[in-house]
Protein backbone atom coordinates (compact mmCIF):
# COMPACT_ATOMS: atom_id res chain seq x y z
CA UNK A 1 0.00 0.00 0.00
CA UNK A 2 2.72 2.51 0.76
CA UNK A 3 4.55 1.84 -2.75
CA UNK A 4 0.53 3.03 -3.98
CA UNK A 5 0.32 5.93 -2.49
CA UNK A 6 3.93 7.14 -3.28
CA UNK A 7 3.47 6.54 -6.70
CA UNK A 8 0.18 8.68 -6.66
CA UNK A 9 1.78 11.25 -4.72
CA UNK A 10 5.01 11.39 -7.00
CA UNK A 11 2.77 11.21 -10.13
CA UNK A 12 0.80 14.33 -9.08
CA UNK A 13 3.95 16.13 -8.20
CA UNK A 14 5.35 15.95 -11.73
CA UNK A 15 6.89 19.04 -12.83
CA UNK A 16 5.38 19.26 -16.64
CA UNK A 17 7.19 22.89 -17.71
CA UNK A 18 9.13 21.10 -19.95
CA UNK A 19 5.46 19.57 -21.68
CA UNK A 20 4.20 23.61 -21.20
CA UNK A 21 6.86 25.05 -23.24
CA UNK A 22 6.83 22.30 -25.61
CA UNK A 23 3.10 23.20 -26.29
CA UNK A 24 3.39 26.79 -25.90
CA UNK A 25 5.88 26.60 -28.96
CA UNK A 26 2.43 25.00 -31.03
CA UNK A 27 0.88 28.05 -30.33
CA UNK A 28 2.97 29.31 -33.18
CA UNK A 29 2.33 26.80 -35.47
CA UNK A 30 1.83 27.82 -39.44
CA UNK A 31 -0.89 24.77 -39.14
CA UNK A 32 -4.33 25.93 -36.98
CA UNK A 33 -4.67 22.21 -36.13
CA UNK A 34 -1.58 22.41 -34.61
CA UNK A 35 -2.17 25.42 -32.75
CA UNK A 36 -5.68 24.72 -31.49
CA UNK A 37 -4.23 20.97 -30.12
CA UNK A 38 -1.61 22.82 -28.30
CA UNK A 39 -4.37 25.16 -26.49
CA UNK A 40 -6.40 22.19 -25.74
CA UNK A 41 -3.19 20.22 -24.58
CA UNK A 42 -2.50 23.55 -22.32
CA UNK A 43 -5.78 23.27 -21.03
CA UNK A 44 -5.83 20.31 -19.91
CA UNK A 45 -2.53 20.65 -17.81
CA UNK A 46 -4.48 23.44 -16.17
CA UNK A 47 -3.32 25.82 -13.57
CA UNK A 48 0.68 24.24 -14.02
CA UNK A 49 0.35 25.91 -17.73
CA UNK A 50 0.47 29.47 -16.33
CA UNK A 51 3.44 30.15 -18.50
CA UNK A 52 1.77 29.64 -21.48
CA UNK A 53 -0.93 32.68 -20.52
CA UNK A 54 0.90 35.44 -22.36
CA UNK A 55 1.43 33.26 -25.98
CA UNK A 56 -2.28 31.99 -25.10
CA UNK A 57 -3.40 35.55 -24.87
CA UNK A 58 -1.80 36.17 -28.61
CA UNK A 59 -3.73 33.48 -29.89
CA UNK A 60 -6.84 35.24 -29.21
CA UNK A 61 -6.37 37.29 -31.98
CA UNK A 62 -5.53 34.38 -34.68
CA UNK A 63 -7.48 34.17 -37.72
CA UNK A 64 -8.77 30.90 -37.10
CA UNK A 65 -12.27 31.15 -35.27
CA UNK A 66 -10.99 27.08 -33.78
CA UNK A 67 -7.73 28.46 -32.44
CA UNK A 68 -9.04 31.07 -30.69
CA UNK A 69 -11.99 28.88 -28.98
CA UNK A 70 -9.25 26.70 -28.11
CA UNK A 71 -7.24 29.32 -26.45
CA UNK A 72 -10.45 30.46 -24.60
CA UNK A 73 -10.85 27.62 -23.29
CA UNK A 74 -7.32 26.74 -21.73
CA UNK A 75 -7.19 30.57 -20.25
CA UNK A 76 -10.64 29.51 -17.94
CA UNK A 77 -8.82 26.01 -17.41
CA UNK A 78 -5.46 28.05 -16.48
CA UNK A 79 -7.55 30.45 -14.50
CA UNK A 80 -4.78 32.52 -13.38
CA UNK A 81 -5.61 36.34 -12.91
CA UNK A 82 -3.71 37.29 -15.85
CA UNK A 83 -6.20 34.84 -17.78
CA UNK A 84 -8.93 35.99 -15.95
CA UNK A 85 -8.58 39.45 -17.35
CA UNK A 86 -7.78 38.37 -21.05
CA UNK A 87 -11.20 36.50 -20.72
CA UNK A 88 -12.41 39.58 -19.95
CA UNK A 89 -11.26 41.63 -22.36
CA UNK A 90 -12.37 38.99 -25.25
CA UNK A 91 -16.05 38.71 -24.03
CA UNK A 92 -17.43 41.59 -26.30
CA UNK A 93 -15.71 40.95 -29.17
CA UNK A 94 -16.92 36.99 -28.60
CA UNK A 95 -20.36 38.52 -27.97
CA UNK A 96 -20.24 40.56 -31.25
CA UNK A 97 -19.42 37.91 -33.14
CA UNK A 98 -22.85 36.62 -32.56
CA UNK A 99 -24.28 38.72 -34.99
CA UNK A 100 -21.65 37.39 -37.79
CA UNK A 101 -23.62 36.72 -41.05
CA UNK A 102 -21.02 33.66 -41.21
CA UNK A 103 -23.03 30.26 -39.35
CA UNK A 104 -19.68 28.86 -38.55
CA UNK A 105 -18.33 31.59 -36.83
CA UNK A 106 -21.56 32.21 -34.83
CA UNK A 107 -21.55 28.78 -33.87
CA UNK A 108 -17.52 28.96 -32.77
CA UNK A 109 -18.90 32.01 -30.53
CA UNK A 110 -21.21 30.30 -29.26
CA UNK A 111 -19.53 27.45 -28.39
CA UNK A 112 -16.59 29.60 -26.97
CA UNK A 113 -19.02 31.37 -24.81
CA UNK A 114 -20.16 28.33 -22.66
CA UNK A 115 -16.13 27.71 -21.53
CA UNK A 116 -16.76 31.01 -20.31
CA UNK A 117 -19.21 29.67 -17.36
CA UNK A 118 -20.59 32.49 -15.28
CA UNK A 119 -18.46 34.63 -16.84
CA UNK A 120 -20.59 35.26 -19.86
CA UNK A 121 -23.95 35.27 -18.25
CA UNK A 122 -24.50 39.02 -20.03
CA UNK A 123 -24.64 36.79 -23.08
CA UNK A 124 -27.64 35.01 -22.42
CA UNK A 125 -30.15 37.31 -23.43
CA UNK A 126 -28.37 37.00 -26.84
CA UNK A 127 -27.50 33.47 -27.03
CA UNK A 128 -31.52 32.74 -26.19
CA UNK A 129 -31.58 35.52 -29.35
CA UNK A 130 -29.80 33.10 -31.63
CA UNK A 131 -31.41 30.27 -30.45
CA UNK A 132 -34.52 31.54 -31.24
CA UNK A 133 -33.63 32.91 -34.95
CA UNK A 134 -31.49 29.44 -35.33
CA UNK A 135 -34.45 27.34 -34.48
CA UNK A 136 -36.65 29.46 -36.89
CA UNK A 137 -33.89 28.87 -39.66
CA UNK A 138 -33.88 25.29 -39.13
CA UNK A 139 -37.13 25.17 -39.86
CA UNK A 140 -37.46 27.33 -42.93
CA UNK A 141 -34.77 25.51 -44.78
CA UNK A 142 -35.88 22.02 -43.87
CA UNK A 143 -37.30 21.38 -47.15
CA UNK A 144 -35.43 23.55 -49.16
CA UNK A 145 -31.81 23.31 -48.52
CA UNK A 146 -31.34 20.09 -45.79
CA UNK A 147 -27.58 21.27 -45.05
CA UNK A 148 -28.03 24.46 -44.14
CA UNK A 149 -31.11 23.57 -42.02
CA UNK A 150 -28.52 21.06 -40.42
CA UNK A 151 -26.18 24.09 -39.41
CA UNK A 152 -28.70 25.80 -37.56
CA UNK A 153 -29.68 23.04 -35.49
CA UNK A 154 -26.14 22.99 -34.69
CA UNK A 155 -26.10 26.89 -33.60
CA UNK A 156 -29.11 26.28 -31.85
CA UNK A 157 -28.37 23.42 -29.55
CA UNK A 158 -24.52 24.63 -29.06
CA UNK A 159 -26.59 27.70 -28.07
CA UNK A 160 -28.41 26.28 -25.47
CA UNK A 161 -25.91 23.52 -24.12
CA UNK A 162 -23.77 26.70 -23.49
CA UNK A 163 -26.55 28.67 -21.67
CA UNK A 164 -26.58 25.51 -19.54
CA UNK A 165 -22.79 25.95 -19.11
CA UNK A 166 -23.12 29.79 -18.12
CA UNK A 167 -25.90 29.76 -16.10
CA UNK A 168 -27.49 25.73 -15.31
CA UNK A 169 -30.97 25.84 -14.25
CA UNK A 170 -31.05 24.75 -10.59
CA UNK A 171 -33.77 22.17 -10.02
CA UNK A 172 -34.79 23.33 -6.47
CA UNK A 173 -38.28 22.04 -4.63
CA UNK A 174 -38.00 19.44 -7.00
CA UNK A 175 -40.63 16.85 -5.61
CA UNK A 176 -39.45 13.14 -4.39
CA UNK A 177 -38.82 10.62 -7.07
CA UNK A 178 -41.68 8.15 -6.77
CA UNK A 179 -40.29 4.93 -5.15
CA UNK A 180 -43.18 2.85 -7.42
CA UNK A 181 -42.11 1.78 -10.79
CA UNK A 182 -45.05 1.06 -13.56
Request: aromatic letters at 6%; charged letters at 20%.
Given at each position: WLLIIAFVLCSACVDRSAEVEKETKKLSDPSE??????????????????????????TLNDKVWMVR???VYALGRIGTAEAEAALANVLPSIIQALAS???????SAVECLGYFGSRAEPAVPTLLRVMEVSTAKEKEYAESNPELSK???????TAAFSI????????KNLPPASSSTR
Open positions: VIRSRAALQLAQIGPEARAAVPMLIQNSSDSLETRLWHRWVSEQKIKPIQF
